[in-house]
């Protein structure tokens, strides 16, 4: 791994620490909206069948929530949709796969606080946050000039 992808790595990681880890629930909708999967309800029942009932009722649920590796997310994903994905976050495909497998399930189970999803709405998170530029989330997450 060079230089970059230890930035990148950095940045994602101050990305998703503290008040910043908010922002993920909204990000991760932008990314799904441009993807077959629509939106994060659509994301939880590919997984769903795809295998990963189980952890992906922890998230839902209120015990603990269950890992998920990337290796499983790939599984159960597919090739298509987590190309649509990797290119949509402008990050390579093993970076999103390893992001996702450490945020979704602390994300899934903060959006769903009584056992049912409560998505954000991808197209209000722009007009919350004042971002006038769509791009790609790498970009809108402030990740863009990393290597240039």
Do not use: C, Y
Not at 5 to 30: C, F, Y
Not at 50 to 78: C, E, F, K, T, Y
Not at 121 to 128: L, P
């Amino acid at each position: 791994m060079g230089l970059f992808d230890e930035l990148v790595s950095g940045a994602l990681k101050g990305v998703m620490g503290g008040t910043q880890q908010s922002l993920l629930p909204g990000l991760l909708s932008q990314l799904l909206a441009n993807t077959n999967l629509g939106n994060i309800g659509g994301l939880l029942q590919q997984l769903q069948q795809g295998g990963l009932g189980d952890q992906v009722s922890s998230w839902l649920g209120s015990g603990a929530n269950h890992a998920i590796s990337p290796d499983q997310l790939r599984s159960a994903l597919g090739s298509e949709q987590l190309q649509q994905m990797a290119q949509s976050a402008g990050l390579p495909l093993d970076k999103l796969l390893a992001m996702l497998a450490q945020q979704l399930p602390g994300t899934v189970d903060r959006i769903s606080p009584d056992g049912s999803l409560q998505e954000p709405d991808a197209s209000s998170d722009d007009s919350d946050s004042g971002a006038s530029a769509r791009g790609n989330l790498s970009d809108q997450a402030g990740l863009g000039d990393l290597g240039r």
